[in-house]
Each structure stands twice: as C-alpha cells, then as structure tokens.
C-alpha cells in the first residue's frame, strides 16, 4: 500500500509542479517577450518673442504743470510746492502671439542733486498715450502694438515741506537731477 501511495504522491507532486512551472510562465513572473518600436521625427523649431521699450531722446524739457503757477511756462528756478511735467517717447518692441505688458512708473522719486549730499523726495504721476491715443489704467500693450510710439507724460511734484521738515532751506540754489523717471513694460502671464 505505501507503493501505491508514494506512486500516487509522486505523479501528484509531478502535475502540481508542471501546473506551478505552466502558471508561471503565463502569469508573468517569468520572462515575457514582447515587441517595440519608435521613431523620431523633427518637430520643427520655434522662436521666442520679445519685448523692448526704446527712448526716442526727445523729452520735451521740463514745463510747470495745468493748474499750477505759471502753468505752461519753462522751469527756470523751481520752488519747493511747484509742479513740474515733462513728456518723453518710447519706441514699443512687441512681438509675441499671446503677448501682453502694462505699462508703470513709479510713484516716489529720489532726487540727488549738486551740491552733493542734498536729496528730496518727490511724488510722481504719469499718464501714457499710445500711437497718439491716451492708454487707459490698466490697457496693455500687445504684439499689435509693435513699433508704436509710446509717450509719457510725467509730472513731478517739489515737496513743499512735512512734518519733519518743514523749512527746506537745503533746496536752495540746488540743480535736482530729474532723469531717473523710468517706464517699464511688465509682460502678463499669458496662463494664469
């Protein structure tokens, strides 16, 4: 009777593993041949757009401000409380499909001027045309504006004193630098 049965455990043994080494291979823990390809093909190449603000050097001097004393006059000798304005043009570089940029300047100046060592602080507001027409606040500038003139209207205002300096007595006779007015293009992110 053991013959039997070791007969029996033997062929069992022998068809379990035939079956373990059979579900093996089909289930993937041995090695499996498969087939692939690829190509390459060339995707052809792109170009960067750009953006640029180039000064057309003819900043019209500087003149006392609408509204003001002497309103429309040249400035010749300022006074702390004048208001002065001067316009300068830009040349737009756009180029981008999906390009847009606003225009800024900023809104407080320091001015140094000779003699060295006196400085003041000035508000500043300015107001844009663009090919001729006023931009609005918050118009951007796109690649459809490519090559138009941007102007800048700038008007500077001469502190006329403050609470921690009330007599100004250091502007007198001073020659304020004023050509650190700048005008920046900030492009918008075309993906917010």
Do not use: H
Request: with cysteine; hydrophobic share 40%; charged share 15%.
């Amino acid at each position: 009777m053991d013959g039997e049965r070791d007969t029996y455990m033997n062929k069992t043994g022998k068809g379990l593993m035939a079956a373990a080494a059979a579900a093996l291979l089909i289930g993937g823990a041995g090695t499996l041949a498969y087939w692939t390809a690829e190509a390459a093909v060339d995707g052809g190449s792109i170009t960067a757009g750009s953006l640029t603000l180039t000064p057309n050097d003819d900043c019209t001097g500087w003149l006392y401000a609408d509204g003001s004393a002497s309103a429309g006059s040249p400035v010749t000798a300022f006074v702390p409380g004048d208001v002065v304005t001067a316009t300068c043009s830009f040349t737009v570089g756009a180029e981008g499909d999906n390009l847009a940029a606003t225009v800024d300047a900023p809104d407080m100046l320091t001015f140094t001027s000779a003699p060295a060592g006196t400085t003041f602080t000035a508000g500043v507001d300015a107001s844009y045309t663009l090919g001729g027409a006023a931009l609005a606040d918050g118009a951007t500038i796109t690649d459809a504006n490519d090559g138009e003139v941007l102007a800048a209207t700038f008007e500077v205002a001469i502190p006329f004193g403050d609470t921690t300096a009330v007599n100004t007595n250091d502007m007198q006779g001073i020659t304020a630098t004023l050509d650190s007015l700048t005008v920046t293009l900030t492009q918008a992110d075309p993906n917010p």
